[in-house]
């Protein structure tokens, strides 16, 4: 091609090209692999692992996370939560059960995120899947490393091809040697996001706990038991906030518990041992019904902002019978220096705000009463009882609020809605800087800070502002970049894009036979 810079003669090879005209009886009929892939549709994962025994599991899985309209996660794999869980927690090995190509990009992210211990990996071929040889190889796996010297507790995390297959791990012994063997089944088939997985891994190891409670003593944490009665808080949170939360607490002579999921096994036995638990990220199903089964009640939302604060401080002491001129006098210390941060630092702006942590909804009310007007909410968590406050006082100040909100619904709001700020996940953020809108990243730039009373308030402000005082440097970058091109034309040629519409084409039709076979198997 003209203008086009050639270094061998790879492009005078001659490429047979699939003839579209064939009639489709005619094309050859793809192999089937042996045993499942990864990549197969997630009815077919699913009814595999129904057909494998493993019904219960997705059963409870749709219990407690209701599927949204997409049947695949739209964030990262979701045995990355779990993962993340396990790797926080000291004395804990934590090996996978999957694909290679699964595993080395979990422990990648895993790594990526701070990670600074081994991840176990038991391999696998056809073979070892369907004559049973993975799971005894797990089992050995976990008799070599259950040291009590090194370990409280392994974590063994099928993916989702073993979990398809139906390997057992519930057959796995309870206990090695005093090391606590938690076996989880993890598919991208049945959980939707990496932040439910985290519950997954909590509530399997609060389900451990509580029945080593129900047998005897146990351990009491390192840092021993408080003499106050303690609230557990439920998510993963800035480390400030729990300090924030216990100095709230303080004046109805109560104390902050442990955060769960939490960083060794004896807080699992704090968490338990607690007078009311904080579902501060509602979507933890699993573990609120550890929780309840231990006689714990539950109260949701969080102490962030003005209304926030004062309605969850009397919901915790209506839950824990405080004498209620105390939740009064906690009231009225923290209220008035919220009122102040947030009159010091307020926002003015239209905001779009999505993410897949579950604090999306507590964020947008932190935002709103900054000053900011938020326009649409979208989270990739399901709606639950406890966030059922969140949703009821953002609905009345006119926020579009959605849950399950696919990619889709996050990039109709960045479009429609004609925010001066965009806050949502990274492909949200991306679309929204190509359009030149101002945007930032929900997770690293916004989650994690504080939110909780008065250090919250003002933890927002100075970040929006700054990033949508950028208009102008946005529409600078967007202006350069004109005309560079996009999808298959992105970048700066000296001559034309080799475009191929016919492999396009070509590679579509198989796409369209093997979905159309797929849905005749499952008529089948």
Known sequence: MKGEVSYDAAAEVEVDVLDSDLPEADAPEAVAPDGMGCHAPAEQMAAQARASGNG???DQFAKDYPQGPHDRPESMCPAFGSLRVGLRMRRVATVLSGSACCVYGLTFV?????????????????????????????????????????????????????????????LLPKEINGVRIIGIDVPGFGIPTHAEAKDVLAGAMLNYARQEVA????????????????????GEMFPADPMMIGAMLAPMGLAAGPVVPTREWREMYAALDCGAVAAIHPFYSAAVREFEAAGRPIVGSAPVGVDGTHDWLAAIGDAMGVNPAQVAAAQNAFI???????????????????????????????????????AYVGTACAASRWSQADREWLEARGVAVKFRASLADDLAAADGLDPDLVIGTTPVVQHAKQKGTPSLYFTNLISARPLMGPAGAGSLGEVVNAAIAGKERMDKMRDFFEGVGEGDTAGI????????????????????????????????
């Open 493 to 524: 040629w000296e001559g034309s894009p080799n475009l191929r519409p016919d492999f396009r084409a070509a590679h579509q039709k198989k796409l369209d036979k093997a979905a159309r076979a797929a849905k005749a198997q499952e008529m089948i």
């Open 215 to 234: 047998a005897g003593p146990v351990p009491a944490p390192k840092a021993g038991r408080s003499d106050r009665p303690t609230v557990t808080l439920l």
């Open 56 to 58: 219960a599991v997705l």
């Open 110 to 170: 895993s790594h990526f995120y701070g990670a600074r211990r081994s991840v176990g990996y038991v391999p696998f071929n056809s073979e070892t899947l369907v004559t049973g040889k993975l799971f005894e190889d797990i089992r050995d796996s976990v008799h070599e490393m259950a040291d009590p010297e090194r370990y409280d507790a392994i974590v063994v995390t099928n993916l989702c091809v073993p979990t398809a297959s139906g390997v057992p791990l519930r």
């Open 336 to 374: 008035p220096a919220i009122k102040g941060a947030l009159a010091a630092n307020p926002i003015k702006g239209r905001i779009t705000l999505s993410g897949y942590e579950g604090s999306e909804l507590i964020v947008a009310r932190l935002l709103i009463e900054s000053g900011a007007d938020v």
